[in-house]
């Protein structure tokens, strides 16, 4: 079976089985005020569990530990197919249709590398669900593409997702994905990885250059000594 097909399979599945979730539960019990990204993720975590208990392909289902929040899948399931189990884990986003252009964090740039050296697994999937808020709370809705449900592995990611200093992944919502084999990611995620060490280490450089100045010191001294002399002669 080519890879590709493989991966079309995964996904559409994915897709069919978030679908029925949110076919189900159109207007959760939930307040689009506060964490409502949080309690959408726990209800499609627990929901998933319920939908693949019995699934041709998904096995074994798991939602997140309750209270884990450095837990590195917010849903993990096995991909059975024929003769191959293969590992995967979710990561639920859950998007208000109005935060157009937002960059969120997707996870730690080194949760690829883990999930394959640690898991012997290599497909991480980002799931995107769409809400808006309500009277009464929120509904699920369709983004501008008319689509209640996007997804895509992070093999896939647009090539402008970045590393930022606190070593998370981050893009655009609006970006949309790239088709790319396994072993090209590899190559560009760890790319990315050391562009955002090296702008770090630039960064910290010019800042070390900067406070090594004795001018600085200096004027600091000064300004104290200046400030100290007057409340002393008050």
Do not use: C
């Amino acid at each position: 079976m080519e890879i590709k097909a493989f991966e079309d399979l995964i996904l559409s599945e994915l897709k069919r089985v978030i679908e029925e979730i949110i076919y189900k539960n159109p207007k959760p019990n939930i307040s689009a005020k506060s964490r409502a990204g949080a309690e959408i993720s726990t209800l499609l975590e627990e929901e998933f569990v319920k939908e693949t208990a019995n699934h041709i392909f998904f096995k074994d289902s798991k939602a997140s530990p309750v209270g884990e929040t450095k837990n590195p899948w917010d849903a993990l399931t096995y991909f059975e197919y024929k003769s191959h189990r293969e590992l995967i884990w979710i990561d639920f986003k859950a998007v208000k249709k109005s935060s157009k252009g937002s960059n969120p964090d997707i996870g730690a740039a080194d949760k690829l590398i883990k999930l394959i050296t640690n898991n012997n697994g290599f497909y991480l999937v980002y799931i995107f669900v769409y809400y808006n808020q309500t009277e009464l709370g929120l509904e699920f809705v369709p983004n501008n593409d008319s689509q209640k449900v996007k997804l895509y592995f992070l093999k896939d990611i647009h090539s402008s997702f970045r590393r930022n200093t606190k070593n998370q992944l981050q893009i655009s919502i609006d970006k949309e994905p790239e088709n790319r084999t396994r072993q090209e990611f590899i190559e560009v995620l760890l790319e990315k990885i050391i562009q955002g060490y090296t702008r770090q280490k630039n960064i910290a450089e010019k800042e070390l250059k900067k406070y090594a100045q004795t001018k600085i010191k200096s004027d600091l001294i000064r300004l104290n000594q200046k400030q100290e002399d007057i409340i002393k002669n008050l």
